[in-house]
């Protein structure tokens, strides 16, 4: 299986996001890091269009494959790595986002998982969740099928409870999304091929692209959810002051 981390320089809300620093490391490196020691992926390399973070993924042993500028998403980052020729031998691909040091290794071999037993062409993760992730906006929540599959993807609070407090939303009913993917081959194709679904557009989750395609998307549960991505200032502070108790705990 290939892992691709894909790395944007251009982040506005953290500018040089890939390259500030964690626990005196950039972000990105960090992330390959933890990639590497899980030892899920047989082969993991860092996508960028920008030489500086070559540069300093290079200097720390990772492998490192220059991209075009003009990607619109991760996924299309990801799509362009994935179809080189060096790469044709891999016929599973998985997603590690680059600002998600403290991903599991449970959420990405069970994201794979999905897609290399055939069960589904893609293949993510969730993790059980409090109420209170509801009236999160910036917590991204997704509901299943019977089966494992997503059935959407969403920022608002799903499921919604139309009576109050009337029924108990127990832990499985609500799950926070785990922000790794796993592709087949074919499915990645066929996911950057189609246009930007409105969905999509309106609630920024490219996941729901696919979706509204009738591509089946797995979810892996895992027991908890990780620390989550790094995107502004306060989330890299309290990375940052999280990094020591992280490290120990997985010593």
Excluded at 3 to 16: D, F, M, Q
Excluded at 91 to 98: F, H, R, S
Excluded at 181 to 192: I, N, Q
Aim: hydrophobic share 45%.
């Amino acid at each position: 299986m290939l892992a691709v981390i894909p790395a944007r320089l251009g982040a506005t809300r953290l500018p040089r996001k890939p390259l500030r620093l964690l626990g005196g490391i950039p972000l990105v490196v960090r992330v390959w890091q933890s990639v590497m020691e899980m030892g899920v992926a047989t082969r993991c390399v860092v996508a960028t269009d920008s030489d500086e973070v070559a540069t300093a993924v290079r200097a720390a042993g990772a492998e490192c494959i220059m991209t075009r500028t003009d990607h619109q998403s991760g996924t299309d980052r990801v799509a362009e790595v994935a179809s080189r020729p060096d790469f044709s031998r891999y016929d599973a691909i998985v997603n590690v986002q680059g600002d998600e040091p403290f991903v599991q290794r449970a959420a990405v071999a069970g994201a794979a998982e999905l897609v290399t037993s055939g069960r589904f062409p893609l293949g993510t993760a969730a993790a059980p969740a409090g109420d209170d992730v509801l009236q999160q906006p910036q917590v991204v929540k997704v509901v299943t099928a019977d089966d494992g599959r997503a059935m959407y993807f969403s920022r608002a609070g799903i499921p919604f409870r139309r009576d109050g407090g009337g029924v108990a939303l127990t832990p499985p009913l609500v799950r926070q999304h785990v922000g790794v993917y796993a592709y087949t081959r074919d499915a990645l194709a066929r996911w950057v091929a189609l246009p930007p679904h409105p969905l999509e557009c309106v609630e920024k989750l490219e996941q729901l692209r696919p979706l509204a395609a009738g591509i089946p998307m797995g979810v892996a549960l895992v027991p908890v959810a990780p620390l989550g991505g790094i995107d502004t200032e306060d989330d890299l502070a309290r990375a940052s002051a999280y990094w020591d108790d992280f490290r120990r705990g997985r010593a």
